[in-house]
């Protein structure tokens, strides 16, 4: 199945909750502190229960995004520099500085990072589901 982006249910919501996935939150290039992460929206590939989910940014790094990144039942933290290109062109890449530890590498299974890639082609410039997310073209430099 592919993935697509999609609001959650309120049901969605609360299974979700009761994973206990926690949501980083940053200050001054740093973690300062997490909670229980609430989301609202996901990009999920529902056959294959694999899900990302943009948690947060940091401030004083806008363009750096984080997310988590559920696969194979185990979640994990990425993150990458979002750029935009012109004609609707988003990049990401790997960021200069990391905001958290311990988020490269992702995972060595192969597999990964293919389906990673798939979230973010699906996931476009906000991960809403919305016609221009479907027409969004994706770059990667990783």
């Not at 949501?23 to 740093?30: L, S, V």
């Not at 790094?61 to 750029?83: A, G, L």
């Not at 992702?106 to 479907?134: I, S």
Request: aromatic share 20%.
């Amino acid at each position: 199945m592919l993935f697509i982006n999609e609001r959650l249910t309120l049901e969605q919501r609360e299974e979700f909750n009761s994973w206990g996935i926690m949501q980083p939150f940053f200050g001054f290039g740093r973690v300062i502190s997490e909670e229980p992460l609430k989301p609202r929206y996901w990009t999920v590939d529902n056959e294959r229960e694999i899900y990302l989910l943009n948690t947060s940014y940091d401030r004083d790094y806008p363009d750096e995004h984080v997310f988590i990144f559920i696969w194979n039942k185990k979640d994990y933290r990425v993150q990458f520099y979002r750029r935009n290109e012109k004609d609707g062109v988003v990049v990401w890449e790997l960021p200069n500085k990391y905001l958290i530890d311990s988020v490269f590498p992702y995972c060595e299974q192969e597999q990964f990072l293919d389906d990673l890639r798939d979230a973010l082609t699906a996931y476009g410039f906000d991960g809403m589901p919305d016609e221009y997310n479907k027409i969004c073209n994706t770059k990667f430099m990783f």
